[in-house]
């Protein structure tokens, strides 16, 4: 019998493949079948770690293949994916198990005539795990080449953003910044003081064996190191959000105050929604808007969940002119990005973004941020933030902002109370980045509606 995790990592992957679902969904959806948690556990190491490292796996194959992967069914290249994974990196699961589950997922997956094959690329694969032949590190990091070829395919990047990150960061921190996505993320979770403080969450999250440290920037950023977190009361009653502490910096940018009025505009799911809330004791409005109705739905449950009361939700579209007019003490623009920053907690964005969608996305993000400023106050604060490194998304919307508009002056994000001066660069700037903070890459700007 074949194990329900890999049968499950396989529907996970051939969703992914056939562009039916993104990998929380499918994720999600695959989960449903599965009723042992260590199942659900697996399953999802499974998936995410072929993604984190496909673009080695695809070099293995086609290496001990001795033919392209594109000249393979989509089936049979999934299969070898998720054996390839579980053989290098699950090495607790014998070789032999292993392969014998391939073949008869092969079979299962009607196949049949693939078994034979499958099985001679995973048993050589098998014998050459402790040493496979993968583009070494590079002795001379300046041999362009020679590095993106480590950089994309060892480190199994798309060459594209490779050569990006090697252009403009140099070598040793492109390097850094893959192999911290590269490696699984922990469970984040921010404290919700409408209902707990963070020393208080944690003890009575010890009293369930979940053992957690506090985060190093964010406040109210408990790290999950052991234990089952989201299984607990406290996950019940919305004690806590799960929130990365990146995201978590963000919303500090805001500094709300009981009495504002602030605007969301891209707020599913509803952590930093919730966290200004918190914020606010409660007090003043905030309203949330997002357009799609599933994100509505998830925002609203977050909402209630937490028990913020001075939350409205509504449906709005920020690339749009906004239905509010020039009331707002706050305006934050978490816009839509390419998620490049996010690449360690969800890996599939590194295939499924193009460097072509860059200048796309950068498009709409300015207009969002026009829309957007419309609706701040004399006096007021606005805020753009992406979960991207990249410039276009960036500095660059943010320059032609304030190129293009008298009404607007920067903020150093150093003179905000609570935000920490090491997360901002020196042009006043919150930039996290994964050497530098052991963060994923966010970024978040500043500005003053003038009087």
Not at 144 to 156: F, K
Request: charged letters at 25%; a neutral charge; proline letters at 5%.
């Amino acid at each position: 019998m074949i194990a329900p995790a890999r049968v499950a990592a396989f529907e996970v992957l051939q969703a992914l493949s056939a562009g039916r679902a993104d990998l929380p969904s499918a994720l999600a959806h695959a989960r449903e079948s599965l009723d042992d948690d260590r199942d659900k556990a697996l399953a999802g190491e499974i998936a995410t770690g072929v993604l984190r490292h496909r673009a080695a796996l695809d070099h293995l194959i086609t290496t001990f293949a001795r033919r392209d992967i594109d000249r393979l069914d989509q089936e049979v290249v999934t299969i070898l994916r998720l054996s390839g994974y579980q053989l290098l990196h699950l090495t607790r699961v014998p070789a032999a198990a292993v392969v014998d589950d391939a073949v008869d997922l092969t079979r299962r997956a009607k196949k049949t005539s693939a078994s034979g094959f499958v099985n001679a690329v995973l048993r050589t694969l098998a014998r050459k795990r402790q040493h496979p032949p993968l583009p070494p590190r590079p002795p001379d990091a300046t041999d362009r080449e020679a590095a993106l070829d480590y950089l994309a395919t060892t480190l199994s990047h798309p060459r594209w953003l490779a050569a990006r990150w090697y252009d403009r960061l140099g070598f040793e921190r492109a390097e850094q910044w893959m192999q911290f996505n590269n490696q699984p993320a922990k469970l984040t979770l921010r404290a919700n003081r409408l209902k707990i403080t963070p020393e208080a969450l944690a003890a009575r999250l010890d009293r369930d064996d979940v053992i957690v440290a506090r985060g190093q920037w964010a406040p109210d950023a408990l790290i999950v190191n052991e234990g089952r977190a989201l299984h607990t009361s406290a996950a019940a009653d919305g004690s806590f959000v799960v929130q990365d502490e990146a995201s978590q910096l963000v919303a500090l940018l805001a500094g709300p105050a009981p009495g504002h009025r602030v605007l969301d505009t891209c707020a599913s799911p509803g952590g930093k929604t919730t966290q200004m809330a918190s914020a606010m004791s409660g007090a003043g409005l905030i309203v949330a808007c997002d357009v799609r109705d599933a994100r509505v739905a998830l925002l609203t449950r977050t909402v209630a969940a937490t028990g913020a009361q001075n939350v409205r939700v509504v449906q709005a579209d920020v690339a749009r002119p906004l239905p509010f007019r020039e009331t707002f003490d706050c305006v934050l623009v978490d816009a839509p990005c390419s998620g490049l920053g996010t690449l360690r907690r969800d890996p599939d964005i590194r295939w499924r973004r193009t460097e072509d969608d860059l200048s796309e996305l950068a498009s709409t993000q300015q207009e969002m941020l026009r829309h957007a400023a419309a609706c701040v106050r004399a006096g007021g604060r606005l805020i753009y933030s992406t979960c991207s490194g990249e410039p276009e998304e960036n500095d660059d919307v943010t320059d032609a902002f304030l190129a293009e508009t008298a009404s607007f002056a920067a903020i150093d994000a150093r003179t905000i109370a609570g935000v920490p001066a090491a997360i901002v660069d020196g042009r006043g700037r919150m930039r996290t980045t994964p050497d530098q903070h052991g963060l994923e890459c966010f970024f978040g700007a500043v500005f003053k509606r003038k009087p």
